[in-house]
């Protein structure tokens, strides 16, 4: 079979998975090598942030990871291939596993997002992907160069990917939740007082600023008033985006209900007896459009 | 032309009026178009006011006053006016037997007329004679028991008075039933054959066989002679031993000129009358005896013979009634169409004229309804009218079934004779009988009845009229459509005893013999009084049967074989909830010497004295409960043994509730097996917890004031398949959640994951202070079930109890944050924020509300908490149960409970769980919403509407229904063939239907329908025994792509609080947690699983590792998603599935083999093995 080498741009690299214990004493798939197929680009990050710098030229983003995929993996596997890359870090998407990224931070706060200290600069990364990035620029390119090299010569020399030995099974699992259960309450309630430290930092910041506001007279004369509820210079301005559409329907509202006797002529009174029956008469129609629809789903058979 | 009788010319009367009858529908048609509007508001007016309503007059239609409108306007947004009626068009359309197997039948009955005129006649014949006529042909004489030996008077075959059409047919109200139509036609035999003293011991009765018989011998060749191929049996009347008929089906043959009418299904039944008016009837009168036999005491004291006095009337008066219903129906137009309803109502609830079936069915529905025409009140006033609808006359009818008592309180009597003036009265003082009785006739129509048949029919009545004054929803179906009458769905509790086992030790003498004919007679009779002694309170209606009915046999035989030997005794009952798990059967007060002796006899050694709390010293039995038998089950061994069979033996009583109740775990608690399966005690030692742990949290010192505690765990609403037990820390539901909010506070921050961090330095707080200053443990855990929310927490708290909670915080400011992140969104964003807020108002408001709800409900429906849990049981051994929510689960189960229609509310484990199943096989969610009103009990009809209480209930408006509906509707116009949502299941505490029903996807959902309606198809092929209840809880993994087989290096029965299989419960016992509670690993592997294959897989599993048999084995089942995992992708890094290269450019596809290698990467030393589909 005719290896497929590339895809869309991607190097297709296919790694060796070893069979576990247990499926070797099980014999599943005996008959010849597992392949997994991993799928390699250099990155490339298309945003216009300032910190546009030699990060760039020196990661790999990586598709299609085998499971349980961690920066020590990662290593192990690069020290194999490529001998000299020295990988320098390794982020990936481990949890979010919808197709989007959402930062409930961002969408539920009105302050000015100028001051977000983001602690990871990289942006949403699918499910399953990862970027590697190397301690240099010859790092990338001796990996690339070395997996080039591992596509073309086909499937006898295809590198083993190892698995974190210890990601497996019983006590893995057991890790697993014992992390989630217990918590560690000294380290927590540091991260806790770090954050609300920060948010409070934050809110004070926009609220000096919503203050700053207060004080300046613009060119007619007026000045903000301002709650003493009011926190955030976003929250006003949403606030009165929204009354004034409320208020605009409200009039429109108010234009239709004008003060106006409903049965003070006799007309009145017929056509509203009229539309009444026609009601009447509507909703028969509907009724036995409602049994015709029954009856063509067989509704009125007992047996 | 051939020569016709008097009877031929009814039958050629009733032939005209079938296209006379055209004509006048047809009429009525146009009519109805003519007047649409206005027929729909008179409609509906009368029934507001059914009662008194007059009849639809043409002045009332034309006026219509603005009252008119109005009501009409307010009663047509009911809907269920003008549909009804529609429907009812609709139903009686399709009722209607086909005009071809009309005609047809009316050739065949004119061809079978000509026949019989045929047969010669016949004089003067001995019983010896009888025999040697009879020697040398097949047919014998059908005699009843006793067979005659030697007598006095001489058999003939003369040409009958009268042949005449009778029955349904006759009247035009015959329907098409599965089985068939049964045409019924009456021979009168000639007056002159009889004597004055014939009714005497069997005498007319033996002349009626001999002429049965010699008519069969010659129809039997006459026929073929006359080109009508028949087969002819003997059948009993009804299933009356003392009147057989002649059944009579068509052959086919290939010969054209033969008349062939098997393709109607149809069969005739001849049969042999009597003269009308030939014996005195005083003399019959129920409570007259006409059997005379020699007995050792004086023979004055004879019982009644009041089955065969009745037999021997109604053998007299077939054509009689026929022309009194006649007559009514040519006066009330309505008649027939309502006849027909009535029939129908009556055999989708299993009810007919015959003794097996309750005695009741559409000869007696009409004559009720034509002596209600007449009267029927207590002042002889009309209860039902001439010019009502045939809605209206069903309606009235019911209605009278369901409220007034023919039985003890009182009875009906009416005169056939007299039909236009009042002629029917109510009288108080029954006779102990359901009674209507026929002043001119001198029979009492329901004499085929037993007190057990009526007490159910008029349950029936009064169910279906709460239904009837349903103005909500639409009740058509329940009513008319559904047929109830499976013995697996319809009773409570239903127990077999076969017969043989009675045999010996009954006395069924020559006296109980003309009393109740039959021995099956006899024991069903002793088996209800006994049963209705015994059990008192504890069952609402008690159902006595036999398994088998033969009434059918072959003319070559004198009577059916006897199946004593085989036959068994079908006990069904409908129980009390309230009443049926007592210990205690209360007697009379130690002073009442009489009653006392009474009661000892009747309960033997059981009775005891006891003294209770307030000093009273009373007679009583004490009963022990258990696990797996219900009391009743009990009570009714015992006493079986007491009065069946001379306390000598046991008597095999065969019922499956136990079988059933077995699915349900035990819990590891001292004694469990001696809890009644109603015994809530387990979870009440949780509440007790509870109760404790929110007292002391309320009066911890924190920055704020806690205002309130919601519990939101189906342990503390009593829905958790597991029984609670301390220190039970692997069961999957050990950690009970409880929603914690403070009072209202400005100081939350206005952001979420900051509010978040606030809430996790309170939790702080509150573990610090427990830790430290209370006995509890605790310590916090991540709460991750809202995507994308990382930072929320819960506090995990162990009681010294035993038990564990964990606590999380609800603020003001939560569904705000939610929303707005909803508002600032981008379009692609808000898909998936719309799916997390629906997940946070599931987690904390929702959870509340439905709590709160299911709580109260799970109390008030005392078999909700065993029946949702033994559902739960069947989920789980499905592997269906980690699919679906517990609140989902649990509000499917209740839709039996709060809108059993067309049953009653469940009263056993059984019918529960059986009940929920039904419905989950039959509810076509495509089409279908499932709207609940939770609330508990029923609206009294009686009730004016307007009366405070059912104001202020909770229950769904019409209003409310509507919206749900629409909502419903709405949905389904975007998404018809419900891919996006299934289960749409809308009540008051949500009003969009969606939100417990949101995460599923539709194979699961189409498995779970799939699954219920072969359990339900089991169940009716092969009934409910140990076999294929074992069946119902054996997972079919046939259908899943494969099957991991796991197991665990240690047990978790025990420590699940589950009584493990084999072992003695003493020697284990929870008395502590160990250092770190680590929770099933095997669902945290089905977790690591989802996560990483969710898009290309579907993992299933059992929730409850320690229900499994060995306690420490699972298995994950995986069905691979069909559209994902054949086929070809383009290629993209996020498709979300394990990608190998394909064969085509650009496209890449599954990669199973790896796939495969990762799981078992995943599960390393859990996985015992691995099986893929063959």
Known sequence: MSQVQEIKGFLVLPVRLEPTVVQQKLKYNNEGAIYHYIYLKKHSVKRDLKSMEKDDERSLFIANLPINTDLKTIKLFFGMIATGAIVEKFEQNDFNTFDIDINLTKLTSEMNEKTEVSNSDYSYIPFGCGIVTFLDKNGLNLALQSIKKLIKKGNDNLPIWEFNKELTGLEYLKKKILSQEYLDENELSEKVAKDMHNFNLKEQQSLDELNEMKDIVDEDGFTLVVSSHRKTKNGIFGKLKSSAQAEKHEIINLKQKKKEKQDFYRFQLRERKKQEMNDLLAKFKEDQEKVKIMKEKRRFKPY | MVKRSRGGEVLSQEINGVESFEVES???????????????????????????????????????????????????????????????????????????????????????????????????????????????????????????????????????????????????????????????????????????????????????????????????????????????????????????????????????????????????????????????????????????????????????????????????????????????????????????????????????????????????????????????????????????????????????????????????????????????????????????????????????????????????????????????????????????????????????????????????????????????????????????????????????????????????????????????????????????????????????????????????????????????????????????QPIIVEIIKYIFKLHLCNNEKDIDVKTSVNELQKFLPQPLLPASSKQSILSLHSYQSLNASYESLTKLLMNLELPLKIRSFSPISPALRYTSLLQPVPFAYSNPDFYNEVILQFESSTKWPDELIALEKTKTAFLLKINELLNNETNYKSNLTTFNKIQFNDSATSLTILTPEGYGFKIRILTERDEILYLRAIENSTERQKQILKKVYLEFVRNYMGAIKHHRTFQTLSHHYVFYSASVRLFKKWLDSQLLLVHFSDELIELIAIKVFVDPAPYSVPSSVESGFLRILQFLSRWNWKEDALILDLVKGKIDPEEDEDQMTNKLSDRLTIQSYQLINSNFEKLRQQDPSGSKLQFFIGSKDDYSGILWSNEHSLPLSVRLTALSRAAINILKQNGLNSETIKLLFTPALNDYDFIINLKLPFKLDSSSGILPQNSFKNLIQLTSFPEEIISDPLSKLLEELNKYFKDSIIFSSSKFTGLNPSGDENIISGLFYPGITTGTKKFKVNLGFNLKPSNEEDKVEFNKEAVITEIFRLGGDLIQGMNFKP
Not at chain 2, 226 to 248: F, R
Request: glycine share 4%; net charge positive.
């Open chain 2, 26 to 628: 047809r009429k009525d048609e146009k009519k109805d178009n003519n007047e649409d509007i206005s027929s729909a508001s008179s409609f509906e007016q009368e029934n507001e006011v059914d009662d008194t309503a007059p009849p639809n007059t043409k002045r009332q239609k034309q006026q219509l006053s603005a009252q008119d409108v109005q009501v009409a306007r307010e009663t047509a947004e009911l809907f269920k006016s003008n549909i009804f009626k529609l429907q009812i068009d609709e139903l009686i359309k399709e009722l209607k037997l086909k005009d071809s197997h009309v005609s047809l039948i009316e050739k065949v009955l004119h061809r079978l007329y000509d026949v019989i005129q045929q047969i010669p006649e016949i004089k003067d014949l001995s019983l010896e004679h009888v025999e040697t006529y009879l020697k040398n042909s097949k047919v014998s004489v059908p005699f009843p028991d006793p067979k005659p030996t030697k007598l006095n008077y001489q058999f003939s075959y003369l040409k009958p008075e009268e042949v005449s059409l009778v029955g349904s047919f006759g009247l035009k109200t015959g329907i098409t039933t599965p089985k068939g139509v049964t045409v019924d036609i009456a021979l009168t035999m000639p007056k002159s054959i009889f004597q004055q003293k014939d009714y005497l011991n069997y005498r007319c009765l033996y002349k009626r066989s001999f002429y049965l018989s010699y008519l069969c011998e010659h129809l039997h060749s006459l026929s073929k002679k006359n080109h009508l191929p028949i087969k002819i049996s003997y059948e009993y009347v009804n299933g009356d031993v003392l009147c057989p008929a002649l059944k009579i089906v068509s052959v086919d043959t290939q010969n054209e000129d033969d008349l062939i009418f098997a393709k109607t299904k149809s069969s005739i039944r001849l049969i042999v009358g009597f003269p009308f008016g030939i014996f005195d009837t005083k003399k019959l009168l129920p409570d007259r005896n006409c059997i005379r036999v020699q007995t050792s005491d004086d023979s004055k004291n004879l019982p009644p013979t009041p089955l065969y006095n009745s037999s021997i009337l109604s053998s007299t008066s077939y054509e009689y009634y026929l022309k009194y219903l006649y007559t009514t129906k040519k006066t009330t137009e309505a008649f027939k169409d309502a006849s027909i309803l009535g029939k129908l109502w009556l055999q989708q609830r299993g009810f007919s004229s015959s003794f097996a079936d309750g005695g009741f069915g559409h000869f007696e529905f009409a004559i009720l309804m034509s002596a209600l025409l007449q009267g029927g009140g207590v002042n002889g006033n009309k209860i039902l009218l001439h010019g009502f609808s045939s809605y209206q006359l069903f309606k009235a009818t019911i209605k009278y079934l369901a409220t007034q008592d023919l039985s003890e309180e009182g009875y009906l009597s009416f005169n056939s004779l007299i039909v236009e003036t009042n002629g029917a009265f109510y009288k108080k003082n029954g006779f102990n009988v359901p009674t209507i009785f026929d002043k001119n006739t001198k029979i009492n129509i329901l004499w085929k009845m037993t007190k057990s048949s009526y007490e159910i029919l008029k349950k029936y009545a009064s169910e279906s009229l709460l239904l009837l004054n349903d103005v909500v929803r639409d009740r058509f179906e329940s009513i008319f459509l559904e047929n109830i009458s499976s013995d697996l769905f319809k009773y409570d509790l239903v127990i077999k005893c076969p017969l043989n086992q009675f045999l010996e030790n009954e006395n069924f003498g020559p006296l109980e013999k003309i009393s109740f004919l039959t021995f099956e007679n006899y024991i069903k009779n002793k088996v209800y009084v006994v049963l209705r002694k015994a059990l008192g309170d504890r069952v609402k209606q008690i159902s006595v049967n036999l398994e088998k009915n033969d009434n059918i046999f072959s003319v070559s035989r004198r009577k059916p074989n006897s199946n004593l030997e085989t036959n068994s005794l079908v006990v069904g009952l409908y129980l009390n909830p309230l009443e049926c798990e007592k210990l205690i059967t209360k007697g009379p007060n130690n002073d009442d010497q009489e009653a006392c002796l009474k009661f000892k006899s009747f309960w033997g050694q059981r009775a005891s004295l006891r003294k209770f709390k307030d000093g009273v010293i009373q007679l009583c039995c004490l009963w022990e409960s258990s696990f797996e």
